[in-house]
C-alpha cells in the first residue's frame, strides 16, 4: 500500500508548513488516474496524524476526471480509468489532467 508513503509525506510537508501551529483542515486534490486510493489515504491520515500538528484535522478530498486530447483529432475526452476511446473511435489518447496529487489547501 504505497498509500501510506503518500500519506507520511503529506503529514510531513503540511506540518512543515502550519511551523507549530495546530492544522484544522486539509484539503486534497487526487486525480481519478492517479493511481492513488482516497480511502487508502483516508484511513492512513488518522494513523499518521497521531501526535503530530494535524491530529484531529478533518481531510476532504477531491477526486477530478481524467482527461485527454485525442491523437487523431484533437478532442478532449473525460476518463475515469487510465484508457477510453474518443467520439471519432480512435483509442489513441494522450491523457493531459487526472494524474495529479495536490495538497490544495491548509486550514490553520
Known sequence: MHELGITQNIVAIVSEHAQG???????????????????????CFDVCTQGTVLEGATLEILEPLGLARCCQCGSEVTLEKPFGNCQCGSIHLDVIAGTELKIKEIEI
Open 21 to 43: 501551529q495546530k492544522v484544522q483542515r486539509v484539503l486534497l486534490e487526487i486525480g481519478k488516474l492517479s493511481a492513488i486510493m482516497p480511502d487508502a489515504v483516508r484511513f
